[in-house]
């Protein structure tokens, strides 16, 4: 018997903004995002041999980045800090954040899921361009490792803890 294929949506995979404003971090939920799109941007290393009438490419590192697009809501933490970075227009590690990757898809046996962390600087790009609703867009580049983990969630699902895997 074929073993039966699901779909993963979308909104199986949600991420978490770091917030640092109360002195501690605390992953809240990204709402209100129309854009969240992933890029891998990686490096290649291509030669060709002379001996081969082909070329050979190999990859030799990656630059993960994140477009980003949303619609500003009032009191919602994860917009109030980041239109704070984008409009003061800070740079260094002022514009650096954590965000942590829920996959809903996979659950775990303690009742978290697989999830992923990795620290992006914010680099905005655009604003005000809907009349709509005031929108905020650019690009979260990465700006190390991503590490690997379960996160948990709290009981309405806007708040993740994130608990890295532990070596073996």
């Known amino acids: 018997m074929a073993e039966v294929r699901t779909l993963v949506k979308r909104s199986d995979k949600v991420s978490f903004f770091g917030n ?12 209100g995002f129309t854009t969240l799109s992933g890029s891998k941007n990686p490096s290649e290393y291509s030669r060709q041999y002379v001996d081969e009438e082909f070329e050979t490419t190999d990859v030799t590192g990656y630059s993960p980045s994140i477009d980003f697009g949303f619609d500003q809501y009032k009191n919602d933490p994860v917009h109030d800090e980041m ?19 829920v996959d809903f ?63 073996i």
């Open 83 to 101: 239109v704070e970075i984008l409009d003061d227009e800070k740079t260094g590690t002022e514009a650096r954040r954590n965000i942590v990757t």
């Open 105 to 167: 898809s996979q659950p775990t046996e303690d009742g978290g899921y697989r999830a992923t962390k990795r620290e992006y600087a914010i680099i905005g790009d655009s604003e005000g361009d809907s009349m709509d609703a005031y929108t905020y867009s650019g690009t979260f580049r990465s700006t190390g490792s991503r590490i690997k983990g379960v996160a948990t969630l709290n009981e309405d699902s806007s708040v993740a803890t994130f608990t890295a895997d532990t070596a």
């Open 20 to 31: 640092t404003s109360d002195g501690g971090e605390v992953f809240n939920r990204m709402r």
